[in-house]
C-alpha cells in the first residue's frame, strides 16, 4: 500500500475542533488532579499528617502515572486504543470520590492510585492525537493540547479556595460531574482519533535523520535531566508553596491559595507560548532559554516580600514552563514512530519526579523546614546548562530555503 493510500485520511491543516476537544479533557483531566494536590491543607488539618505522609501522597499518585505511561505508550504505539480515552478519565471520576469520602490516610493513597491511573491513560493516547491532528505544525498542537492540562491545574486551588474550603472536603464529589463530561467528550475523540488512525504509517516516515542507539540514548538521557529539574521545583510549589507563604508570611490559607493560582496561571500562559515558539525558531533555543532562563529568579524568591514573590512565582511559572512542549516534540522527532512511547516516557516521568520530588521535599521540610526547602530548590534550574548538548533536529522556519 502507498504511503498516499496510507495517508489519505491524514488532515491537511491542524484540525483545531479535534485540538480543543483534546485541550478540553486535559483540562477537566488536570483539573481533577489539582484539586488533589490543592486540598492537601484539608487532609493534612482533617487526618492530622506529617509534611512527610503529604509527600508519600503525591509520591503514591504521580509514581503511579509515571510508572504506567510509558508502558501503555509502548503498547499503544503498536496497537492503537482510541477507546481507551474514556476509561482514563473514568478511573479519574473514581478517584475523586475516593478522595472526597475518605475517611483514613489508606484510602487517600488509594485515590492518588485511581488519579495516577486516569493520567497515565490519558496521556500518551491524547498526546499522539495532538500529533495527528497538527497537521505538521506539532509545537502549535502540543502548546494547545497542554494549555488546557495547565489551565485545569491553574484553577484547582480557586476551587478548593472559593468552593471547597466553605463547604468541606466531601464538596469535591461534585467534581465528578466535571469528570463525566471528559467521558463524553474522550468517546467523542475516540471515534474521530479511529477514523484518522490510517494516516499514522506515512507520519513514521518523517522526522529526524537516523542516529545511532548511543546518540539517542545520549539526547535522552539530557532530555531527561532537564526534566528532572523542571518538575522537581514544580513539586516544591505545586506541595508545599501554600505551606510557605502560610509559615513564611502568616498568609491565610485562602489567600495562599490564590498566590499558587498565580504560578499555575504563568504556566498555562508559558506553555501556550513555548510550542508555537519552538515551531518558529527552534526547540532547542526554546528549551535552553526556559530552564536556565528560569534560574536568576528562582534564585531570589526565596529572599524577597509577599508581592515580589507572589510576581516572581508568575514569572517562574510563565518560563519554566514553556520548555515542556517543546521538549516532547523535540523527542518524538528524535524517534519518529514511537509518538505514544515518547509522550508517555516524558509524561510519565514529569509525575514520577515530582512524586519523588515532593516526597524527598517534605522529608527535608520535617527535619529542617519549609523555608529551607525553597533555598536548595532555588538552584535547581542551574541544569538547563546541559541543554548546550543538544544536536539541533530541526532548523527554525524563518531560515528555511522556500519550497
Known amino acids: 500500500m502507498s504511503s498516499q493510500a496510507n495517508g489519505r485520511n491524514?488532515?491537511?491543516?491542524?484540525?483545531?475542533?479535534?485540538?480543543?476537544?483534546?485541550?478540553?479533557?486535559?483540562?477537566?483531566?488536570?483539573?481533577?488532579?489539582?484539586?488533589?494536590?490543592?486540598?492537601?491543607?484539608l487532609?493534612?488539618?482533617?487526618?492530622?499528617?506529617?509534611?512527610?505522609?503529604?509527600?508519600?501522597?503525591?509520591?503514591?499518585?504521580?509514581?503511579?502515572?509515571?510508572?504506567?505511561?510509558?508502558?501503555?505508550?509502548?503498547?499503544?504505539?503498536?496497537?492503537?486504543?482510541p477507546y481507551s480515552l474514556p476509561f482514563g478519565m473514568a478511573s479519574s471520576l473514581a478517584g475523586v470520590l475516593t478522595v472526597a469520602y475518605a475517611g483514613h490516610y489508606s484510602a487517600l493513597l488509594a485515590g492518588a492510585v485511581l488519579l495516577g491511573i486516569g493520567s497515565s491513560i490519558f496521556h500518551p493516547e491524547t498526546s499522539r492525537l495532538a500529533r495527528l491532528a497538527s497537521g505538521g505544525s506539532h509545537g502549535l498542537a502540543q502548546s494547545i493540547f497542554q494549555i488546557g492540562g495547565n489551565s485545569g491545574t491553574a484553577l484547582g486551588p480557586l476551587a478548593v479556595a472559593f468552593f471547597v474550603l466553605p463547604r468541606g472536603r466531601e464538596s469535591l464529589a461534585w467534581f465528578s460531574l466535571a469528570a463525566l463530561l471528559g467521558v463524553v467528550v474522550m468517546s467523542g475523540l475516540g471515534r474521530w482519533y479511529q477514523k484518522h488512525l490510517r494516516s499514522r504509517p506515512a507520519a513514521r516516515t518523517t522526522g529526524a535523520p537516523a542516529r545511532s542507539r548511543r546518540e539517542i540514548a545520549g539526547v535522552m538521557a539530557l532530555l531527561l535531566a532537564l526534566i528532572m529539574s523542571k518538575y522537581f521545583y514544580i513539586a516544591s510549589i505545586t506541595s508545599y508553596y501554600i505551606f510557605y507563604l502560610m509559615h513564611h508570611f502568616g498568609l491565610a490559607e485562602h489567600k495562599a491559595q490564590l498566590a499558587l493560582f498565580v504560578f499555575l496561571a504563568g504556566m498555562a500562559v508559558g506553555t501556550m507560548i513555548g510550542g508555537p515558539v519552538g515551531d518558529r525558531i527552534g526547540r532547542k533555543a526554546v528549551i535552553w532559554g526556559s530552564i536556565l532562563g528560569t534560574l536568576p529568579f528562582s534564585l531570589a524568591l526565596p529572599h524577597v516580600g509577599l508581592p515580589a514573590t507572589v510576581v516572581l512565582s508568575g514569572v517562574i511559572g510563565v518560563i519554566l514552563s514553556s520548555a515542556f512542549p517543546s521538549i516532547v516534540v523535540y523527542g518524538q522527532e528524535l524517534l519518529p514512530g514511537r509518538v505514544g512511547t515518547v509522550s508517555g516516557l516524558f509524561f510519565g516521568l514529569a509525575f514520577g519526579i515530582g512524586g519523588l520530588g515532593a516526597a524527598l521535599l517534605g522529608v527535608v521540610a520535617d527535619w529542617k523546614g519549609i523555608d529551607f526547602v525553597y533555598q536548595i530548590c532555588s538552584v535547581l534550574p542551574a541544569i538547563g546548562l546541559l541543554a548546550a548538548f543538544l544536536p539541533d533536529l530541526d532548523r527554525p522556519a524563518a531560515k528555511r530555503a522556500p519550497a
Open 10 to 41: 491524514a488532515p491537511a491543516g491542524p484540525v483545531f475542533t479535534a485540538l480543543a476537544a483534546a485541550s478540553l479533557c486535559h483540562f477537566l483531566n488536570d483539573l481533577m488532579q489539582s484539586l488533589f494536590l490543592a486540598s492537601y491543607p
Open 43 to 81: 487532609f493534612k488539618g482533617g487526618l492530622s499528617l506529617s509534611f512527610a505522609q503529604i509527600g508519600l501522597l503525591t509520591m503514591t499518585f504521580q509514581v503511579t502515572g509515571s510508572l504506567l505511561q510509558p508502558l501503555v505508550g509502548f503498547y499503544t504505539d503498536r496497537r492503537p486504543l
